[in-house]
């Protein structure tokens, strides 16, 4: 290991390898994002993609695609329409959420309203099916439209399961895939499927992908409560908007009689008072609760690096497992 | 004509010419619109489904497709992908317009909250590209998601024209065109195309819903603010909510100074007093731009029965070219 792969960052790294194919990527979105007749939408779309996200799905299904020896040019058709489908979600989950703020910025929602970003995401949505049409490809098709219903499902779900202390583990691991590791895995996917692999690599391809789809939504949940790093979100969202996620439930599995009664007043009730998340964060760690957390993101990206073992050897390839190993190095 | 036929309307009569296809398509509606994990998928959308709309969009797939002697089964998938696409529609404009009630009863966004309406509406989009990618024809995803994209486009360029005193014919066409026509068109011409009728065919059966949905919509503004027709509609709540119809931009383009500080102040400023809306009807009075959109209207109709003329004879034809007089018979 040189020191300068020591010295970057792995999505850094696939960046780099990746960099004709990202640009060209680049130049889709912008161009296809336009519309003749409604300046709205180029505004709020721009405000959103050219905010500095790290274009980690599109990056995973170039990464997919490359790793698979592709030499055509759908790898990036395909790569934009997942990020098209990763805007439109964002945009509509900020009105869901009432957001107020998305990767430090004000939220479209709240610079223009909320009917733009609805409307603004459905055009993306458009925009992203018509550009998996110039694949010629219904494979992919069937694999992206499958996975815009696992998202839109399991965000139905996260809304109902809000504030419902009856929330199960699986229960939240639909909801992760919903709204998370959907997105990933068929990124991942159609990479191996316009190269033409086997079905059992394309099976890889989505394991791995859905994997560390699950590892990097439990270490972001985890975040929520505090983590290890530092990362400039505000510990205690998910506790204050009512979230059941995985250091909760398993804290509320095992809560006694007067705990349960603390759950049902901040949670079920949103009576929520100064204090409380201190004492919800005692509570954490009363039950190791975050540590046994912290335990299922590791062997989810265990599971991914798995994942990738009857894939090629190349370069990429040691990215993507690197990349598995970063996701959860934030809480190791 | 026979005395029963002339006591029916005809999208009755097409619904009865076409009963056994739309119960198949009431069906699959039903089990397509199932979520197993989140429930309230189903709520929501059972609401407005079975809220007695006309299923005139999904009707149109199946008139063309029976019209064009197509044997095959997916004319059923199309219809119901079709209707989802509506169903989306409207569940997200009910977000957008902030309505409070659809087809007589309350809207989802009121029963529910508008999460559920843009994430249900979300999920129905995907559900209809699902359906679309069993037909095995790419052809068909490129019309309905071109439709979806001018859909999304219309409802945009409608949001920012509001209240905006330039917005001219052009403009309303287009909005026209993506709140009504689009889906109205799409319908038409993928029957055609499962048909594998010849391209001028298709053209043909794209034209008739492109001329009808225009002509349909045309009616909708021109009956909010009175038409002949007894409706059911308040009268003047597109003046209530500023929006530019071809009745008030026709009005709009030949005012006099003193009419244009009306327009300005009531529409660009939206300071609206009791006796404005009687006002605004006596200046499309004297401008006569009510009866110069009824000819539009007309025209639109006469347009669309023209479109079938090199289609093959059918009944369900005759139905379509009654239809379109229907559609223009509310102002005649």
Known sequence: MSLDHAATKPHERLA????????????????????????RIPEVTAHLVEAGGKRLRPMLTLAAARMCGYGGPYHVHLAATVEFIHTATLLHDDVVDES?????????????DNSSSVLVGDYLFARSFQLMTETNNMRVLRILSNAAATIAEGEVLQLTAA???ATTEDIYLK????????????????????????????????????????SFQIVDDLLDYGGTAATGKNIGDDFRER????????????ADVEEMAFWKRTISKGKQADGDLDTALSLLAKHATMESTRQDALEWAEKAKRSLHDLPDHEIKTMLIDLADYVVARVV
Chains 1, 2 share one sequence.
């Open 100 to 112: 107020d703020k998305r990767r430090g910025r004000p939220t479209a929602n709240l610079l223009w």
């Open 243 to 254: 979230k059941l996620t995985l250091p909760v439930i398993r804290a509320i599995a095992k």
């Open 16 to 39: 780099a390898a990746l960099a004709d194919d990202l640009a060209l990527v680049n130049d889709m979105i912008r161009e296809r994002m336009a519309s003749e007749h409604a300046p």
């Open 163 to 165: 504030a419902d202390l």
């Open 175 to 214: 909801v992760v895939r919903g709204k998370t590791a959907a997105l990933f895995s068929a990124a991942m996917e159609v990479g191996g499927v316009i190269a033409e692999m086997s079905d059992t690599q394309v099976q890889s391809l989505f394991d791995y992908g859905d994997a560390l789809g699950i």
